[in-house]
């Protein structure tokens, strides 16, 4: 999310001194409003205990911030730490609007949370070797975001690593499913990251930024459900055993559910923890979705094909009114112009924008010309100007004229050397190493790349009475198509999306747009509306 004003949230700030150990990080005592053991000292905020929200124990801190004036916005507290001992600190926050995020301090500011994750937990974490003994500072700091409105509740949890604390509140243990992750890194420890996702593909945990040959273990608290384990290495050769010997396990109840050392670019594996899904089915669907119901596999996406076929083709030239209407950037810079894929800087102001119709292509010679309709999924892959294809908007963006001839009919993937960048990073080049294709492909950046994702696999779907005849329409198409209509996909070409769909979870651009095509052409994307079917159909 573009940072678009100052810094938030007062400090609440601890003088005193233990030995490696937050005092009273899961907020479980309190003197009336005031969380024992910290004090706020902004008027800009107000703290009060919160009973009905709670990642573990008993209570959370509830951080009402009212104010986008504050330029002190730390919320810290004072330890001890011992030189060449690893200080393993987590936090876990909630955030209600997306108006904000935070970051993780750790003798220095350190990684972010997603704002985007709204109403569910997610976990910050860092691991930290002082090199001499002596007192450190830990905590967060908040930063509003683009759609902040002046106030906003932010809840958080479960500060560790956590002293016994003084009683009378709970013992702020686990009151889900306890568990680990627990990883030893090979010689290139910064290359390695972990994420676990929900049945939602919401990030529920992460990891990265690791030390060299060193061995991390991270507590986790999840409720009952599905999950995905993902630990990845941008290298592509894995955590062991070329460049030293590492390894990961997951653990949950003494027992280790996934475990591995030897990949490539990443491994996932999928763990049900209590009651999960109710026996890997499409459980709990209703509603437009119905039919579908207590499906998987291949029949499920069988049955979502009949849900979702006979949309109403609008016409390839009612995409400009659609884009008119309803790709406007309303979620970055929030200025009213053309959301553009291949142009929008997420974090910081765009290279140049589109007004609606009057920068329409058009003509153009380079970068912010003008714009116009980018088939995601090339129309030379299923025969050219051939309806619905070449209409459905589920697959079609507003995007930079110049960019979109850089990227042709080329497939998306993973590009190792680039030939062309865009002002925004989108990138067309050679694929990188390990990625299972040699040719060409063109990477957006990584905002966009769940989004084109579940469009392709929205394609797969809507399209699974035709799209098993498309491989041989061109040589693209042959590249990612496996001539199927259950799988549809190469495997190199699944992974990625499933890769990208993971890491990229859904947006509130992708909720908003999904209803607007509904009511434009009268179907909908399901992978937006419900990710984990991807899993459920495709694997994991």
């Known amino acids: 999310m573009k940072r678009t004003g100052s810094m938030l949230l007062g400090m609440l700030f601890a003088t005193f001194a233990v030995q490696a150990n937050i005092e009273n990080g899961d907020f479980e005592n309190w ?7 910290w004090t706020t000292i902004d008027s800009g905020i107000s703290v009060s205990q919160s009973a009905s929200q709670k990642q573990s124990g008993s209570l959370s801190a509830a951080v009402q911030v009212n104010t986008g004036s504050q330029g002190s916005t730390d919320f810290r507290q004072t330890i001890t730490v011992t030189a060449g ?21 750790v003798a220095g500011y350190q990684g972010y949370s997603n704002a985007a994750l709204i109403n569910q937990w997610q976990q910050l974490s860092y691991s930290y070797t002082p090199s001499s003994s002596g007192s450190i500072e830990v905590g967060l700091r908040f930063y509003d975001v ?12 479960n500060f560790q690593p956590a002293s016994g604390g003084s009683g009378g509140g709970g013992s702020g243990g686990c009151t889900h499913n306890s568990g680990s992750f627990n990883l030893t890194t090979d010689n290139y420890g910064a290359e390695t990251s972990w994420q676990i996702t929900n049945g939602q593909s919401s990030v529920v945990g992460a990891g990265s930024g690791y030390a060299s040959n060193t061995t991390y273990n991270e507590d986790l608290c999840l409720e009952d459900g599905d999950y995905t384990l993902t630990v990845s290495d941008t290298y592509g050769d894995g955590i062991c055993c070329q460049y030293g010997s590492g390894q990961y396990s997951l653990t949950f109840a003494g027992q280790t559910v996934a475990s591995g050392d030897v990949f490539g670019s990443s491994e996932s594996t999928s763990v049900t923890l209590g009651s999960g899904s109710g026996g890997g089915g499409s459980g709990g669907l ?9 499906l998987s596999g291949y029949a499920l ?18 995409l400009w009114s659609f884009y008119s209407a309803n790709e406007i950037d309303s979620y970055y810079e929030n200025d009213g112009s053309i959301l553009d894929i291949y142009s929008e800087r997420p974090t910081s102001n765009d290279p140049y924008s589109f007004a609606s119709v009057s920068d329409q292509c058009g003509n ?10 980018e088939h995601s999924f090339p129309r030379s892959w299923f025969g050219g100007s051939v309806e619905p294809m070449n209409s459905d908007v589920h697959h079609i963006f507003a995007s930079d004229g110049f960019v979109n001839s850089k990227r042709s009919s080329y497939p998306y993937g993973d590009v190792g050397s680039a030939s062309f960048t865009s002002q925004n990073g989108s990138k067309l080049g050679s694929a990188e190493s390990g990625l299972g294709y040699s040719g060409t492909v063109f990477e957006p950046i990584d905002e966009f790349k769940g989004d084109l994702a579940r469009a392709y696999f929205y394609m797969a779907t809507r399209y699974e009475n035709v799209i098993g005849n498309w491989q041989s329409n061109s040589s693209s198409a042959d590249a990612i198509l496996n001539g199927s209509s259950t799988q549809v996909f190469e495997s190199w070409f699944l992974n990625l999306l499933k890769n990208w769909h993971q890491m990229d979870p859904v947006s509130q651009k992708e909720v908003d747009r999904n209803e607007a095509a509904h009511s434009y052409q009268g179907n909908r994307n399901p992978f937006i509306d419900h990710p984990q079917l991807i899993s459920e159909i495709w694997g994991n």
């Open 364 to 373: 153009y010679s380079g970068e912010g010309d003008c714009y116009n309709r």
């Open 286 to 294: 209703s509603g437009y979705y119905a039919s579908a119901d207590g």
């Open 85 to 105: 001992q690893t200080l393993d600190v987590s936090v876990w926050v909630r955030h209600t609007e997306g108006g904000m995020r935070a970051r993780l301090y």
């Open 31 to 37: 003197s009336g409003n005031t969380p024992e053991n």
């Open 301 to 318: 996406k069988s049955a979502l094909y009949d849900i979702i076929k006979g949309h109403a083709s609008q016409g390839y030239s009612a």
């Open 146 to 157: 683009s759609g902040f409105d002046g106030s906003e509740l932010v809840y958080v949890d």
